[in-house]
């Protein structure tokens, strides 16, 4: 088990004078922030204040893009091409690196969002446009992945740097994704029983599914939902069983600078 550990959510998804959860709080918590870029959810004040604030606490900020779905909050799956999937996420990359250049942040990383990323674990295709997207903006941009899925293999075709992703609040299917958020106890909502089974999956390297099937992976951050209601009690409680455990809790970000 690695001695550092990365804890990240997916922040600034609000739009105009709407806003999702308490991003402020999140960021005193997390090491490193996805943040929306304007398909899903954001908007260019919104990704400025949110680099801005995540830049004063020493947080690694990433592009976190999406379908363009603002009504469904990107979990609608959209048929898309590889081309346009491709092109929408350099689009969204560009974009936040831009609104960080104002705030004098950069992106170190970038991971999809809701539909797009399941579908990118599904589709070869589809994880491709990701991965040509990524190092065609910058192939210096970490890709954070769910390990075993097809993101990671297209990333790793690609040659760029992968970060391999847990989710505290989400329970696993068999193969090692996602169950659907419309399946029974999908999302967990008991901020001790997320942490006890991230403590678990990080401490023995593997994913546990809903069968209590344990799939060996590598880990090398956590994730913790912003927009689930218990976001703030799920993201201390998963933080302090990380310490707990010993974990030294920094950005992925600069662990891969120092290797």
Known sequence: ????????????????????????????????ANVACGFHAGDPDIMVETVLAARAR????????????LRGFGRNRIQESPKKIERDIAYQIGALQACAALAGGRVTHVKAHGALANLTNEDEALAGALARAVAGVDPSLALVVMPGLGAERAGERAGLTLVREIYADRAYAEDGTLAPRSSPGAVIHDAGEAASRVARMVGEGAVVTRGGRRLPVAIDTVCVHGDNPEALTMARAVRAGLEQAGLSLRPFAQSLAAS
Request: charged share 20%; net charge negative.
């Open 1 to 32: 088990m690695s001695a550092r550990i990365d804890l990240n959510a997916d922040l600034g998804e609000g739009f105009g004078p709407w806003r999702m959860g308490d991003d402020a709080a999140l960021l005193d918590i997390v090491t490193s």
């Open 58 to 69: 020493g947080v690694a900020v990433g592009a976190h893009p999406g379908f363009s779905d």
